[in-house]
DNA sequence: CACCACCCCTGGACGC
DNA sequence: TGCGTCCAGGGGTGGT
Protein backbone atom coordinates (compact mmCIF):
# COMPACT_ATOMS: atom_id res chain seq x y z
CA UNK A 1 0.00 0.00 0.00
CA UNK A 2 2.41 2.97 1.05
CA UNK A 3 4.99 4.13 -0.78
CA UNK A 4 7.97 6.68 0.39
CA UNK A 5 5.32 9.49 1.15
CA UNK A 6 2.62 7.62 3.15
CA UNK A 7 5.48 5.66 5.06
CA UNK A 8 7.50 8.69 6.08
CA UNK A 9 3.96 9.83 7.36
CA UNK A 10 3.48 7.03 9.89
CA UNK A 11 7.23 7.38 10.67
CA UNK A 12 6.61 11.19 11.59
CA UNK A 13 3.31 10.62 13.54
CA UNK A 14 5.04 7.55 15.84
CA UNK A 15 8.17 9.88 16.42
CA UNK A 16 5.28 12.56 17.79
CA UNK A 17 3.31 10.31 19.70
CA UNK A 18 5.45 7.00 21.19
CA UNK A 19 9.34 8.61 21.22
CA UNK A 20 11.03 8.80 24.47
CA UNK A 21 8.58 6.78 25.50
CA UNK A 22 8.89 3.10 27.43
CA UNK A 23 7.93 -0.27 26.06
CA UNK A 24 5.61 -2.01 28.80
CA UNK A 25 4.62 -5.40 27.25
CA UNK A 26 4.08 -6.84 23.78
CA UNK A 27 1.16 -8.96 22.67
CA UNK A 28 1.57 -10.79 19.56
CA UNK A 29 -1.26 -12.36 17.60
CA UNK A 30 0.66 -13.58 14.58
CA UNK A 31 3.61 -14.54 15.28
CA UNK A 32 4.64 -15.80 11.08
CA UNK A 33 5.14 -12.68 10.47
CA UNK A 34 7.51 -11.79 12.46
CA UNK A 35 11.06 -13.07 11.33
CA UNK A 36 14.21 -13.30 13.61
CA UNK A 37 13.96 -13.59 16.88
CA UNK A 38 10.16 -12.97 18.36
CA UNK A 39 10.79 -12.75 22.15
CA UNK A 40 9.09 -9.75 24.19
CA UNK A 41 13.18 -8.81 24.22
CA UNK A 42 13.63 -8.52 20.76
CA UNK A 43 9.89 -6.37 20.36
CA UNK A 44 11.82 -3.72 22.38
CA UNK A 45 9.59 -4.75 25.65
CA UNK A 46 11.13 -2.86 28.25
CA UNK A 47 13.44 -0.22 26.39
CA UNK A 48 12.33 3.30 25.78
CA UNK A 49 11.43 4.16 21.81
CA UNK A 50 14.54 6.17 21.08
CA UNK A 51 13.86 6.82 17.52
CA UNK A 52 12.00 5.76 14.36
CA UNK A 53 13.91 5.71 11.31
CA UNK A 54 12.76 4.70 8.22
CA UNK A 55 15.09 3.88 4.36
CA UNK A 56 12.76 3.64 1.60
CA UNK A 57 9.57 2.34 2.14
CA UNK A 58 10.52 0.64 5.40
CA UNK A 59 10.51 1.75 9.05
CA UNK A 60 13.15 1.00 11.92
CA UNK A 61 11.66 1.38 15.60
CA UNK A 62 14.82 1.69 17.77
CA UNK A 63 15.04 0.93 21.69
CA UNK A 64 17.09 2.40 24.24
CA UNK A 65 18.85 -1.24 24.54
CA UNK A 66 19.74 -0.91 21.40
CA UNK A 67 17.58 -3.27 19.72
CA UNK A 68 15.54 -2.65 16.60
CA UNK A 69 12.50 -3.54 15.26
CA UNK A 70 12.03 -3.32 11.16
CA UNK A 71 8.72 -2.62 10.13
CA UNK A 72 7.51 -3.38 6.23
CA UNK A 73 3.96 -2.27 5.91
CA UNK A 74 3.57 -3.98 2.07
CA UNK A 75 0.40 -3.49 0.54
CA UNK A 76 -2.09 -2.89 3.16
CA UNK A 77 0.12 -2.98 6.75
CA UNK A 78 -0.75 0.06 8.73
CA UNK A 79 1.35 0.83 12.52
CA UNK A 80 -1.32 2.98 14.41
CA UNK A 81 -1.39 4.68 17.59
CA UNK A 82 -3.73 3.62 20.26
CA UNK A 83 -4.64 6.02 23.05
CA UNK A 84 -7.00 6.26 26.00
CA UNK A 85 -6.15 2.68 27.28
CA UNK A 86 -5.24 3.76 30.75
CA UNK A 87 -8.21 1.97 32.03
CA UNK A 88 -9.67 -1.08 31.37
CA UNK A 89 -11.58 -1.69 28.66
CA UNK A 90 -14.73 -4.31 28.33
CA UNK A 91 -14.94 -7.62 30.79
CA UNK A 92 -11.83 -8.71 28.97
CA UNK A 93 -9.74 -5.98 30.23
CA UNK A 94 -8.29 -6.10 26.49
CA UNK A 95 -8.85 -3.32 23.80
CA UNK A 96 -11.10 -3.74 20.64
CA UNK A 97 -8.93 -5.08 18.30
CA UNK A 98 -9.63 -4.20 14.57
CA UNK A 99 -9.72 -7.62 12.99
CA UNK A 100 -5.99 -8.99 11.66
CA UNK A 101 -3.85 -7.02 14.41
CA UNK A 102 -0.92 -9.25 14.45
CA UNK A 103 1.42 -7.55 17.17
CA UNK A 104 -0.03 -4.86 19.86
CA UNK A 105 2.67 -3.08 21.96
CA UNK A 106 1.28 -1.34 25.10
CA UNK A 107 3.14 2.05 25.18
CA UNK A 108 3.92 3.91 28.72
CA UNK A 109 0.94 6.81 29.09
CA UNK A 110 -1.92 4.54 28.25
CA UNK A 111 -0.92 4.01 24.48
CA UNK A 112 -0.59 1.53 22.31
CA UNK A 113 0.46 0.93 18.99
CA UNK A 114 -1.06 -1.68 16.74
CA UNK A 115 0.65 -3.47 13.68
CA UNK A 116 -2.04 -4.31 11.54
CA UNK A 117 -2.03 -5.87 8.03
CA UNK A 118 -4.56 -7.84 6.10
CA UNK A 119 -3.02 -9.30 3.20
CA UNK A 120 0.06 -10.09 5.91
CA UNK A 121 2.40 -8.82 2.74
CA UNK A 122 3.99 -6.71 5.34
CA UNK A 123 5.64 -8.49 8.35
CA UNK A 124 8.14 -7.37 11.44
CA UNK A 125 11.94 -8.20 11.27
CA UNK A 126 13.72 -8.10 14.30
CA UNK A 127 17.36 -7.18 14.40
CA UNK A 128 19.83 -6.79 17.80
CA UNK A 129 21.08 -3.00 16.80
CA UNK A 130 20.72 -0.67 14.22
CA UNK A 131 24.12 -2.11 12.56
CA UNK A 132 22.52 -5.58 11.66
CA UNK A 133 19.80 -4.06 10.48
CA UNK A 134 21.75 -1.91 7.81
CA UNK A 135 24.41 -4.79 7.02
CA UNK A 136 21.48 -6.71 6.77
CA UNK A 137 18.09 -6.22 5.89
CA UNK A 138 19.02 -2.71 4.67
CA UNK A 139 22.42 -3.51 2.54
CA UNK A 140 20.92 -4.48 -0.63
CA UNK A 141 18.44 -1.15 -1.02
CA UNK A 142 19.42 1.92 -3.04
CA UNK A 143 19.45 4.90 -1.71
CA UNK A 144 16.53 6.48 -0.08
CA UNK A 145 14.49 8.43 -3.42
CA UNK A 146 14.77 11.58 -0.82
CA UNK A 147 18.59 11.49 -0.53
CA UNK A 148 20.04 10.10 -4.36
CA UNK A 149 22.28 12.12 -5.97
CA UNK A 150 21.69 12.55 -10.20
CA UNK A 151 25.27 11.19 -10.45
CA UNK A 152 23.54 7.84 -8.53
CA UNK A 153 20.41 7.78 -10.51
CA UNK A 154 22.53 8.06 -13.61
CA UNK A 155 24.91 5.64 -13.05
CA UNK A 156 21.89 2.97 -12.21
CA UNK A 157 19.57 3.77 -14.96
CA UNK A 158 22.52 3.66 -17.16
CA UNK A 159 23.44 0.18 -16.25
CA UNK A 160 20.18 -1.55 -17.04
CA UNK A 161 18.29 -2.47 -20.37
CA UNK A 162 14.80 -2.61 -18.33
CA UNK A 163 12.05 0.27 -19.40
CA UNK A 164 12.84 3.23 -17.12
CA UNK A 165 9.10 1.88 -15.45
CA UNK A 166 10.70 -1.09 -14.00
CA UNK A 167 13.76 0.47 -13.22
CA UNK A 168 12.24 2.89 -10.98
CA UNK A 169 10.38 0.38 -9.20
CA UNK A 170 13.52 -1.41 -8.50
CA UNK A 171 14.07 -1.05 -4.36
CA UNK A 172 17.43 -1.84 -4.74
CA UNK A 173 18.37 0.99 -7.26
CA UNK A 174 16.27 3.67 -6.02
CA UNK A 175 14.37 3.08 -2.51
CA UNK A 176 10.95 4.33 -1.76
CA UNK A 177 9.02 4.72 -4.98
CA UNK A 178 5.91 2.63 -6.20
CA UNK A 179 3.62 2.10 -8.55
CA UNK A 180 1.33 5.55 -8.06
CA UNK A 181 4.85 7.92 -7.57
CA UNK A 182 6.60 6.53 -10.73
CA UNK A 183 3.24 7.10 -12.96
CA UNK A 184 3.20 10.25 -11.15
CA UNK A 185 7.59 11.18 -11.64
CA UNK A 186 7.20 9.65 -15.14
CA UNK A 187 4.52 12.34 -16.06
CA UNK A 188 6.15 15.30 -14.35
CA UNK A 189 9.12 14.37 -16.59
CA UNK A 190 7.49 13.70 -19.79
CA UNK A 191 9.06 10.49 -20.02
CA UNK A 192 7.72 7.14 -21.60
CA UNK A 193 7.41 4.32 -19.29
CA UNK A 194 8.43 1.96 -21.59
CA UNK A 195 11.69 4.32 -22.59
CA UNK A 196 14.42 1.72 -22.27
CA UNK A 197 16.60 3.10 -18.25
CA UNK A 198 19.98 3.40 -20.42
CA UNK A 199 18.68 5.80 -23.10
CA UNK A 200 18.31 8.39 -19.94
CA UNK A 201 21.02 11.39 -20.35
CA UNK A 202 22.64 12.75 -17.38
CA UNK A 203 19.99 16.20 -18.25
CA UNK A 204 17.03 14.26 -17.93
CA UNK A 205 18.29 12.05 -14.61
CA UNK A 206 18.76 15.43 -13.24
CA UNK A 207 15.86 16.59 -13.96
CA UNK A 208 14.36 13.24 -12.31
CA UNK A 209 15.81 13.57 -9.22
CA UNK A 210 14.44 17.58 -8.64
CA UNK A 211 11.42 16.34 -9.69
CA UNK A 212 11.02 13.16 -7.21
CA UNK A 213 11.89 15.64 -4.60
CA UNK A 214 9.51 17.95 -5.39
CA UNK A 215 7.08 15.19 -5.72
CA UNK A 216 7.88 13.07 -2.83
CA UNK A 217 7.72 16.06 -0.36
CA UNK A 218 4.59 17.68 -1.88
CA UNK A 219 3.22 14.50 -1.12
CA UNK A 220 4.46 13.96 2.40
CA UNK A 221 2.95 17.89 3.32
CA UNK A 222 -0.17 16.55 2.34
CA UNK A 223 0.09 13.59 4.31
CA UNK A 224 0.11 10.89 2.09
CA UNK A 225 -2.31 9.30 -1.29
CA UNK A 226 -5.35 7.84 0.98
CA UNK A 227 -6.57 5.34 -2.24
CA UNK A 228 -8.48 2.95 -0.24
CA UNK A 229 -7.27 2.22 3.50
CA UNK A 230 -4.02 4.11 4.21
CA UNK A 231 -4.14 6.10 7.43
CA UNK A 232 -1.03 7.59 9.17
CA UNK A 233 -0.32 6.38 12.90
CA UNK A 234 -2.49 8.68 14.26
CA UNK A 235 -5.34 7.49 11.43
CA UNK A 236 -5.53 10.51 9.55
CA UNK A 237 -5.71 10.43 5.49
CA UNK A 238 -3.94 12.18 3.01
CA UNK A 239 -5.00 14.34 0.38
CA UNK A 240 -2.44 13.41 -2.72
CA UNK A 241 -4.55 11.25 -4.23
CA UNK A 242 -6.22 14.40 -5.37
CA UNK A 243 -3.59 15.68 -7.01
CA UNK A 244 -2.49 12.56 -8.98
CA UNK A 245 -2.12 13.47 -12.91
CA UNK A 246 -1.28 10.15 -14.81
CA UNK A 247 -2.36 7.46 -12.00
CA UNK A 248 -5.85 6.02 -11.92
CA UNK A 249 -6.72 8.61 -14.32
CA UNK A 250 -6.74 5.95 -17.39
CA UNK A 251 -9.23 7.42 -20.08
CA UNK A 252 -9.35 10.58 -18.81
CA UNK A 253 -7.92 14.00 -20.51
CA UNK A 254 -4.45 15.07 -20.07
CA UNK A 255 -4.29 18.02 -17.84
CA UNK A 256 -1.61 19.89 -18.97
CA UNK A 257 -2.77 22.88 -21.11
CA UNK A 258 -2.19 22.26 -24.53
CA UNK A 259 -2.20 18.37 -24.46
CA UNK A 260 -5.02 16.78 -26.29
CA UNK A 261 -3.94 13.02 -25.26
CA UNK A 262 -5.77 11.00 -22.95
CA UNK A 263 -4.34 8.93 -20.19
CA UNK A 264 -3.81 5.17 -21.17
CA UNK A 265 -2.67 2.48 -19.37
CA UNK A 266 -1.18 -1.06 -19.77
CA UNK A 267 0.73 -3.51 -17.71
CA UNK A 268 4.49 -2.86 -17.96
CA UNK A 269 6.95 -4.27 -15.15
CA UNK A 270 3.91 -6.44 -14.07
CA UNK A 271 2.28 -2.94 -13.16
CA UNK A 272 -0.97 -1.79 -14.14
CA UNK A 273 0.76 1.81 -15.46
CA UNK A 274 -0.82 5.55 -16.73
CA UNK A 275 1.08 7.50 -18.86
CA UNK A 276 -0.12 10.39 -21.49
CA UNK A 277 0.71 9.58 -25.29
CA UNK A 278 0.65 12.63 -25.74
CA UNK A 279 3.38 14.74 -23.94
CA UNK A 280 5.27 11.41 -22.82
CA UNK A 281 8.14 10.40 -25.34
CA UNK A 282 10.38 7.56 -25.59
CA UNK A 283 13.17 9.27 -26.77
CA UNK A 284 14.19 13.30 -26.04
C1' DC B 1 23.44 -12.04 -14.65
C1' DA B 2 19.07 -10.10 -15.64
C1' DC B 3 14.61 -10.51 -16.33
C1' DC B 4 9.91 -12.30 -16.21
C1' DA B 5 6.04 -15.00 -14.59
C1' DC B 6 4.18 -16.51 -10.74
C1' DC B 7 3.05 -16.72 -5.95
C1' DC B 8 1.90 -14.88 -1.46
C1' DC B 9 -3.11 -13.00 1.00
C1' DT B 10 -7.68 -10.53 1.83
C1' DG B 11 -11.25 -7.25 0.74
C1' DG B 12 -13.82 -4.31 -2.16
C1' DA B 13 -16.12 -3.30 -6.51
C1' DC B 14 -18.65 -4.98 -10.09
C1' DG B 15 -21.65 -8.07 -13.11
C1' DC B 16 -24.99 -11.61 -13.35
C1' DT C 1 -29.03 -11.41 -1.55
C1' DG C 2 -25.41 -14.13 -3.14
C1' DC C 3 -21.79 -15.78 -5.87
C1' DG C 4 -18.02 -15.46 -9.20
C1' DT C 5 -14.44 -12.59 -11.22
C1' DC C 6 -11.19 -9.14 -11.30
C1' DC C 7 -8.28 -5.86 -9.28
C1' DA C 8 -5.22 -3.57 -5.74
C1' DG C 9 -0.30 0.91 -3.41
C1' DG C 10 4.23 -4.65 -1.56
C1' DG C 11 8.04 -8.08 -2.28
C1' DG C 12 10.50 -12.88 -2.95
C1' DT C 13 11.64 -16.76 -5.64
C1' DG C 14 12.49 -20.03 -9.28
C1' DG C 15 12.98 -20.75 -14.10
C1' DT C 16 14.54 -19.16 -18.74
Same mark, same amino acid.
Given at each position: ???????????????????????????????????????? /????? =??????????? $?????? #??? #???????? @?????????? =?? =? +?? $??????????????????????????????????????????? *???? /?????????????????? !?????? +????? $?? *???????? *?????? !????????????????????????????????????? #???????????? !???????? @???????? *? !? @?????????????????????????????????????
Amino acid at each position: MPELPEVECVRRSLQRLVAGRLIGAVRVIRPDIIRGESTP /GALLT =GQRITAVRRHG $KQLAVV #GSE #GGCVCVHL @GMSGQLCVMQ =GL =G +TV $KGSSGLPDLPPHTHVLWRVEGGLAVRFTDPRRFGGLWTFGDVD *ALEA /GRWSALGPDALAITPRRL !YQGLSA +TRRPI $KA *ALLDQNLV *AGLGNI !YVDELLFSARLHPLMPAAAITARQSSGLVTRMRTLLR #GAIDRGGSSLRD !YIDAESRR @GSQQTRHR *A !Y @GRSGKRCVRRGCSGRIETDQVAGRTTAWCPGCQRIGA
